[in-house]
């Protein structure tokens, strides 16, 4: 079984400041990690992914993470955010083949 | 390219009214096919898979059933909502093992 922590529900910081979305899992196998992200009453869009190899992804829209297996995270990062980041952001796991297990996702809030 | 289509894009019903939402894929053939829910306030629920005609997986019992009828179609029903059907219902396609899941733009489904 697996299952994927968001840690924060909600994260306000002011534009062009850091961010870190954190997102924590546990699974008995190896897995594969994903963050998604939706802005208002649209669908979900990837951001990036992590496969295998190198442990720091980047992703689209100036986004990265970085995959640590002894802390079993994939944290999300940006260094300067915009007001046009603001939305939710889903970490996920993937198991048996492409399903999908989503943390319960985490508002971010770009206050200009 | 692939793209999922989904409609529609919101909705309101009655409590007791049967349900049909539809989601359809282009450009790939047998897909993993996808329903997932999203509450409001939660992260997202899944609801049903399917890896091939009429065959269909369901997560979590409830008041919903799922059809693929066609290779690149799949469809959300319901003959009876109630109010607690409320949420938004996204699609999603997945092109092969531990790679991402494509999603729709999504259905807004509100039970009066």
């Known amino acids: 079984a697996q299952s994927v922590t968001q840690l924060d529900s909600q994260v306000p910081v002011f534009e062009e400041a850091p961010v870190e979305l954190r997102c924590n899992y546990s699974?008995?196998?190896?897995?594969?990690l994903f963050w998604y992200v939706q802005y208002p009453n649209q669908g979900l869009q990837l951001l990036l992914k992590y496969l295998s190899g190198s442990t720091l992804v980047k992703g689209i829209n100036g986004f990265e993470a970085e995959f640590n297996k002894s802390q079993t995270s994939f944290h999300l990062r940006k260094p300067s955010v915009h007001i046009s980041d603001t939305a939710e952001y889903f970490c996920?796991?993937?198991?048996?083949?492409?399903?999908?297990?989503f943390g319960g996702g985490t508002r971010l809030m770009v206050k200009p | 390219s692939q793209t999922i289509h989904q409609w529609p894009a919101t909705l309101v019903q009655p409590v007791g009214s049967p349900l049909s939402l539809e989601c359809t894929v282009e450009g790939t053939s047998n897909p993993n096919l996808y329903w997932y829910r999203q509450a409001a306030g939660r992260g997202l629920q899944l609801l049903f898979y399917?890896?091939?005609?009429?065959?269909i997986s369901s997560e979590v019992p409830q008041n919903l059933s799922a059809s693929r009828p066609q290779d690149r179609q799949f469809i959300l029903s319901s003959k009876k909502l109630l109010l607690s059907d409320s949420g938004f219902y996204l699609c999603?396609?997945?092109?092969?093992?531990?790679?991402?899941?494509?999603f729709g733009q999504g259905t807004r489904l509100t039970v009066v």
């Open positions: 699974s008995s196998v190896s897995v594969y």
């Open positions: 399917s890896v091939g005609i009429g065959q």
């Open positions: 999603a396609w997945g092109g092969g093992p531990n790679t991402e899941a494509f």
């Open positions: 996920a796991v993937s198991r048996a083949g492409n399903m999908l297990t």
